[in-house]
């Protein structure tokens, strides 16, 4: 028999799966809730960027004169990287961990079809959405949506885009099968 207290317990388990399983989908409402932790390439300076995540250890010097900041992540072999250039973040990539909290559709209906899209070479199952005039891009996956690593950027022209990180997303499948 169901007692008053057994009653109230299954209540909270089914809103905690609830609400817990909802919030995944439903957190990002706006362009400004894609960005990670509020940072934005040629906005955030180095300095605030760093009081919030942290200094690292780890950095790179890059050929353009720009330094990474590689910040481990829960996700083996997927590191966040900041870069910085002139005491200003120029370029972000970030990891996600939980691949159930942004799909491709969400990022659709927040700023529109993509102004370029393409392919990655991290895997011949992800594709890419590229924003160039807002500083985006979203590397997803083919079959399901979730996102699984966003990158951020100094907002560009299409054209500037393709002279500059436009490679790193060839527009025809680069893989010989």
């Known amino acids: ?10 209540v909270l ?8 399983s909802g919030a995944a989908y439903c957190e990002v409402k706006n362009e400004a ?7 934005v390439p040629g906005k955030t300076s180095a300095d605030e960027a760093f009081k ?17 900041h590689i910040y ?13 250039k002139d005491g200003q973040i120029v370029h972000m990539a970030i ?34 959405a590229a924003y160039p005039e807002k500083g985006m891009v979203f590397i997803y996956e083919e079959k399901d949506g979730a996102v699984i ?11 500037e885009f393709e002279k500059t990180f436009g490679k790193n997303f060839p527009e025809k499948y680069p893989y010989k099968m």
Request: hydrophobic share 40%; aromatic share 12%; net charge positive.
């Open 95 to 128: 990891a996600m961990e939980d691949t159930s909290e942004l799909n491709i559709k969400q990022v659709i209906e927040i700023l529109g079809e993509a102004k370029r899209k393409g392919f990655s070479f991290y895997a011949f199952t992800l594709r890419v």
């Open 52 to 68: 919030i995540i942290g200094k690292t250890e780890k950095t790179r010097k890059n050929d353009d004169n720009t330094v990474s």
């Open 13 to 20: 388990i089914v809103l905690s799966i609830v609400l817990k």
């Open 33 to 39: 809730g894609l960005y990670y932790k509020n940072l």
């Open 72 to 84: 481990n992540t829960k996700k083996e072999g997927f590191p966040n990287e900041i870069t910085v």
């Open 1 to 10: 028999m169901l007692t008053k207290a057994n009653f109230f317990i299954a």
């Open 149 to 159: 690593e966003k990158q951020f950027f100094t907002p560009r022209t299409a054209a």
